[in-house]
């Protein structure tokens, strides 16, 4: 009697289970495929739907294959899907809303919109937190406290992550902090 009972015990749990991942599968993963190996990445598109819609768009069009990396600042990030390997700027379309009061924040391995001064002026470029810089996340209303919207989290590939960070850097042009040794991304794709 105890045996069946575990047994039941067993399969609800792996039903419990399975209705977690389940329910964390909702949310789009990506591959982002580099010169370097692969990242994965969970994209939270309940919490910051039009960052992802718009990371989105721009993979399924082909847009990230053959950007690079272009600027990686050790302890702190590394910042990419803008720039070709010539340096050269992709066009880009219109700019989004920034959604950084959304509650998460800029944590190790998360990804976040890059973006100028100006406070919804992220496009295509995109960076993804290689410490935690809290000094990103939203603080409040002004352009100076309002943050970088966080849209994802890297879920396997963090030693990439790493490699690509631990890069040594120069100048190129006008561009600073940027690989010597180019790091491409190839595709990314959803998986």
Known sequence: MHILFAVFLAMAGAMVTS????KASDNPVVVIKTSVGDITVELFKD???KSVENFLAYAESGYYNGTIFHRVIKGFMIQG???T???NR?????PIQNEANNGLKNTRGTLAMARTADVNSATSQFFINTANNAPLDYRGSTPDAYGYAVFGKVTAGMDVVDKIERTATGTKGSY?????????IQS????
């Open 81 to 83: 899907g803008g720039l």
């Open 47 to 49: 919490k910051a739907p």
């Open 176 to 184: 600073r902090d940027v690989p010597l040794q180019t790091v491409v």
């Open 188 to 191: 990314v794709t959803l998986k």
């Open 19 to 22: 209705g977690l991942s389940e």
């Open 85 to 87: 390997a010539d340096m």
């Open 90 to 94: 992709k066009p880009a379309k219109a």
